[in-house]
């Protein structure tokens, strides 16, 4: 029988549930004796997920170059049964990203950077960076952690993608371009992986409540020719049937159940937390 309990020190979230929540299974976290590395982990979904994993027992490394981030996701992190380790990375850093990723039974890919501008004023140096943090890591990482999956027979890659892998919008060449190069080397993955017991899916979210997207409402102002007041009902919620933002946690949820022995079989797909968006 599956049981349902809150560890000490979480708190409601915003929707008034209780946010982490801790699956037991037969006494044990679902996740116990896994090693998670999450990317971008400092704030946003990376912050949720990494709390969302540690809560199922997971040791999770938490990636980000924000240390005063990644110490405030310890610290809220500190009551839960997994436990969350710090790891300061520059994911330009390639060779260092494959590295860390040894070892690893569950790697979620979720680090990302977003610039809004038309195609002809887009700078390279910023659609390399994009690419680089965005594409390149995540395969290298992948990379770093396949051996260790492979040789124990069990592996979860989660790559936080977008709606934006699935549909395009206009000024956002860079970020479209990784989001759909992301969605291919997660079913190149989950073939090569299937296997050796290795899934690996995307998560396809709308936009969601994070300072990522909070800063895009002024670049989407710009580029709109519009007051930023009306970015987010104009633009941003315009095409979603569920007029809000997601939540972090709720993202948490879908990568957390992906990475569980209840989702083995599935594999190579794409998970639409959009709001309808793609219903369209």
């Not at 994993?53 to 999770?60: F, P, R």
């Not at 924000?66 to 009551?79: Q, R, S």
């Not at 979860?156 to 699935?166: A, D, E, M, Q, T």
């Amino acid at each position: 029988m599956t049981t349902f309990s809150t560890p000490a020190g979480t708190s409601a979230d915003a929707r008034g549930g209780p946010s982490p929540v801790s699956l037991v299974l037969d006494g044990r976290t679902e996740l116990d004796g896994r090693t998670a590395l999450v990317t971008g982990a400092a704030g946003g979904i990376g912050r949720a997920c990494a709390l969302r994993l540690a809560a199922a027992g997971a040791k999770v490394r938490a990636v980000d170059r924000d240390d005063v981030g990644l110490g405030a996701l310890v610290e809220a992190g500190a009551d839960l049964p997994g436990g969350i380790e710090p790891r300061h990375l520059d994911l330009t850093d390639l060779d260092a990203a494959e590295a860390c990723a040894a070892g690893t039974d569950i790697l979620v890919n979720n680090a990302g950077l977003q610039h809004v501008r038309p195609i002809e004023e887009f700078p390279p140096d910023v659609f390399h960076t994009v690419l680089t943090v965005m594409l390149e890591a995540p395969f290298r990482l992948i990379r770093g952690a396949l051996p260790h999956m492979y040789e124990q027979g069990w592996g979860r890659i989660v790559n936080v993608s977008s709606v934006h892998g699935l549909r395009a919008s206009a000024y956002k060449s860079a970020y479209v371009a990784a989001k759909h190069g992301l969605e291919g080397l997660s079913k190149t993955a989950a073939l090569e992986g299937a296997a050796h017991g290795v899934t690996s899916n995307c998560v396809n979210p709308a936009y969601v409540r994070t300072p990522l997207v909070e800063r895009q409402i002024a670049d989407q102002a710009a580029a709109h020719g519009i007051p930023e007041e009306r970015v987010l009902s104009e633009v941003m919620l315009r095409d979603i049937a569920v007029k809000r933002l997601i939540e972090p946690d709720e993202v948490a949820e879908a990568v957390a159940y992906l990475c569980t022995p209840r989702a083995s079989f599935i594999t190579g797909t794409s998970l639409a937390l959009d709001g309808g968006w793609t219903a369209h």
